[in-house]
């Protein structure tokens, strides 16, 4: 098997003195900038399509191109002419999940039903979709869990083959009598399925693993399973049926197959450099029409990798196409090249706050604060986008090869040294020390930076948005005024289920990415995001596993677990049994509590790990649900209990080497005169500048790379690898002065007893896990309790995200 490895990047990026930048495109360059410091700078024209587009599918004759949208709020699937480029009709569709296939004939478009667990037939005539017939799998969800996916359809158009993904099956139907015929059990998640040339064997792609399945259907057993690499998605099949190409989403390949042999004769990296890490998620697949030129959408690099496979077993990289945000599919007709951007075009900004009242149901549209008006929630708000690019000839190509490169903040110079500057505390590179030796990262809940700081007169801060000042936040206003204040820190997650992922790992699989939204969109499905269903985990797992094969001691409060108890390997036996998880009926001062005696007893036998992860969460609140803390008391009781650790800490012996990390895994929603993913962010310990306001960039990945350096682990993912470490926020003239707790200044154990709409509202909202409650609901619910059950919440705004660049410092190696 050979491995084909794309071109090294050729671009030398600048980095030069830059003034803030408004959201939207960087004038300078006309490019996009992200949350994650990506940008986006797409070739070609565009369409727009609707929440997370998945699949775009091309009919035999190639006249009509199918798109099913499966984000969180309305889900829809989409007709458009490609040849003409516009939309021909879109019609809603309750649940769906990626599965999408025309008949032969053209004369229907079949559409997984997702977790309802049906299969939908739309008659397709006259460029419109008519309604379905359904052909039913079983009961909805949660009654079966079933979950169709990839779709395949026999010649003669008699049968209907669906893989799933919630009870691992291959599903046969009869689509003259409309009915199931059978169901086999598969190793793993369905993905994809495609039928072989002469329909004897349906390939598979075992989506949590590293299989492709054949399965025979004159048997209708599994006769075969190929290795490939992980994460096996998107199917493609060239027309004489002999090379079956792979895409692997988590270790950024594409497998090519031999169906002779089902033997995998080459491997093709699609990075944009020679890396093994995680980040550029494959998962798209298309054959320029005389099959000479394979096109790969990479997710995560928002781009296309192109290579010459015209010789079998000796692919060629030709270059990088630029596309939109997230690309999830690709397809070619003719000299066009379509693409499916996931989340768009741009990070979308909220100019006018409310729009007009449409609907208020689970399809993620809801009620705002006025009469008649609705806000914008972040998991539905970035919409698709459909690129159409004329294939580039090889002069064009070099110009868009370079313009991905310039694009995309990672590089292998930065996996082997980081940015930095001499004699900083936070390394550059493995090998050299810290006087660092211990690490406590703090995971709190769902805040943005106006609702904490913006009564910070130093910060850029929107003193009108402040909901926890100073008054209820006394320790963390205190930290940001005596150590740094960092007012331009945003998660790279929209959500608790993605936030925990990226917070421990510095990626979202492809997994948790295309199934968190069926989920918040009230739609079933299972989820397991902390550490439980083992699809959702990065090919080389989180920090925890980093820890321990590199020697670092490590152990969790709560972050991934609960008293002791874990489903993640890596944690078993590294978890305080006193620790409790995610449970906002149990104070911080409880989770304090446990981290402190087992601090202490680990002290006293000097056995402090080098990482510490402690979950420290009741910032996220219960909202004005009647005998619950009331969200004061519930934020304040967080300050209190990270006040509390942080003087425990400092009164310790090894407090002179020790720094702790504070950061919430994702903003949810809320208000912020800049974008609803900037949040607070605390970095605390004798090596921390004092009275400092630090404007860079910084992301959830920077806090990773940044404890990374300190305790001698490589990066995780292309994200850590390419994020700015924190080195500014550091000093090698360490102050060893001890932090003193301030008391609670607001009854932290107070409960909500009004009886009003927003109490009512909070009894429907789910709090045993996060995020379970509707967060723009809970959101505008804490408003109320603060400013009045008549007051207005701010719409959410979302930006392009401004960007404070500085000079790099020149060292003495550069």
């Known amino acids: 098997m050979k491995m084909r490895i794309l071109l090294s990047a050729t671009l030398a990026l600048s980095v030069g003195v830059a003034a803030a930048q408004v959201p939207g495109k960087l004038k300078e360059t006309g490019q996009v900038l992200l949350p994650n410091g990506w940008k986006l700078s797409p070739a070609g024209r565009s369409l727009p399509l ?18 099913t949208n499966n984000g969180q709020s309305t889900q829809e699937l989409q007709l458009i002419d490609p040849q003409k480029e516009k939309l021909l009709d879109k019609v809603e569709i309750g649940t769906s999940w990626y599965g999408l296939e025309f008949s032969h004939d053209e004369k229907h478009l079949f559409a997984s039903g997702g977790n309802s667990n049906v299969i939908l037939d739309y008659e397709v005539k006259g460029g419109k979709l008519r309604s379905p ?10 009654v079966s869990k079933i979950s169709p996916t990839g779709i395949a359809i026999s010649k003669d158009d008699s049968r209907l083959y669906t893989v799933t993904k919630e009870d691992n099956s291959l599903y046969t139907i009869d689509l003259k009598e409309r009915k199931v015929i059978s169901a086999v059990k598969l190793p793993d998640l369905g993905y994809s399925c495609l039928l072989s040339n002469d329909e004897k064997y349906l390939y598979i792609s075992l989506w949590g693993s590293d299989q492709v399945a054949v399965f025979d259907l004159n048997s209708q057993s599994i006769v075969s399973t190929i290795k490939t690499g992980s994460h096996p998605n998107e199917l493609l099949l060239n027309r004489k049926g002999t090379l079956l190409y792979v895409a692997n989403a ?6 090519i197959i031999n169906t002779a042999s089902n033997k995998v004769v080459e491997t093709l990296s699609a990075t944009l450099y020679p890396t093994n890490l995680t980040g550029s998620t494959t998962n798209g697949l298309a054959l320029s029409a005389n099959e000479k030129t394979l096109y790969i959408a990479n997710a995560d690099n928002n781009c296309l990798a192109v290579f010459d496979v015209s010789t079998p077993g000796n692919s060629k990289s030709k270059g990088f196409i630029p596309v939109g945000w997230y690309p999830t599919s690709v397809k070619v007709t003719g000299n066009k090249i379509l693409v499916s951007n996931g989340k768009g075009l741009a990070s979308m900004a909220n100019p006018e706050g409310p729009q007009p009242y449409a609907k208020d149901d689970d399809s993620g549209v809801h009620v705002g604060s006025t009469a008649n008006s609705r806000l914008q929630y972040i998991a539905g708000l970035f919409k698709g986008a459909l690129s159409v690019i004329d294939a580039p000839n090889d002069e064009q190509l070099k110009v868009y090869t370079k313009q991905v490169f310039a694009n995309t903040p990672f590089n292998t110079n930065k996996v082997a040294k980081a940015d930095g500057e001499q004699g900083n505390p936070v390394p550059r590179k493995l090998g050299e020390k810290s006087p660092i030796k211990h690490v406590f990262y703090i995971i709190k809940e769902n805040r943005t930076y106006d609702q904490v700081l913006g009564d910070m007169a130093k910060g850029n801060g929107d003193k009108s948005l402040c909901l926890f000042g100073e008054k209820i936040t006394p320790n963390q206003h205190f930290l940001t005024d005596h150590y740094v204040l960092l007012d331009n820190f945003y998660v790279d997650a929209e959500v608790s289920a993605d936030g925990h992922n990226w917070s421990m790992a510095a990626y979202a699989t492809d997994v948790v990415e ?14 397991g995001y902390e550490g439980v269903i083992s699809a959702n985990f990065p090919k080389d797992g989180y920090i925890w596993d980093y820890c321990q094969r590199a020697g670092v001691s490590y152990r969790s409060y709560g972050e991934f677990g609960s ?18 998880g995610f449970d906002l009926d149990i104070p911080d001062q409880v989770r304090y509590d446990a981290w402190a005696h087992d601090f202490d007893s680990l002290l006293a036998v000097s056995a402090v790990p080098q990482l510490s992860t402690i979950r420290i969460s009741n910032d996220h609140t219960s909202g004005q649900r009647k005998g619950k803390f009331t969200p004061i008391a519930a934020v304040a009781d967080n300050d209190l ?3 509390k650790l942080i003087e425990h800490l400092s009164q310790s012996p090894i407090w002179k080497e020790s720094v702790v990390f504070i950061l919430e895994d994702d903003a949810q929603n809320g208000p912020d005169h800049v974008d609803a993913h900037r949040s607070p962010a605390y970095v605390v310990g004798p090596y921390v500048k004092r009275n400092t306001v630090v404007h860079s960039m910084y992301s959830t990945s920077g806090v990773l790379r940044t404890i990374e350096l300190i305790l001698g682990l490589p990066p995780m993912s292309q994200y850590d690898a390419a994020a700015l470490p924190m080195y500014e926020c550091f000093t090698s003239n360490a102050d060893f002065t001890p932090y ?3 008391p609670a200044k607001v009854d932290i154990t107070a409960r909500n007893t009004a009886i009003n709409k927003s109490s009512k509202r909070s009894e429907a909202f789910n709090f045993k896990n996060e995020d379970a409650a509707p967060d723009l609901d809970l959101n505008e619910v804490i408003w109320k309790s603060i400013r009045g059950e008549d007051s207005v919440m ?4 979302r930006s392009a995200f401004v960007m404070l660049e500085k000079k790099k410092k020149k060292d003495d190696d550069d």
């Open 50 to 67: 609707g929440d997370l587009p998945l699949n775009i599918k091309l009919s035999p004759s190639e006249k009509l191109l199918a798109v």
């Open 133 to 142: 017939d359904t052909i039913k799998l079983g009961e909805a969800w949660p």
């Open 250 to 255: 988590n270790d950024n390949s594409v497998s």
């Open 514 to 527: 295309k199934t968190w939204p069926t989920s918040y969109g009230k739609r079933g499905g299972s989820t």
């Open 563 to 580: 008293y002791g108890q874990t489903k993640y390997k890596a944690l078993m036996g590294k978890m305080c049994p006193q620790a409790p």
């Open 641 to 643: 209990a990270v006040g």
């Open 740 to 742: 003193k707790c301030i």
């Open 794 to 797: 701010p719409a959410p705004k």
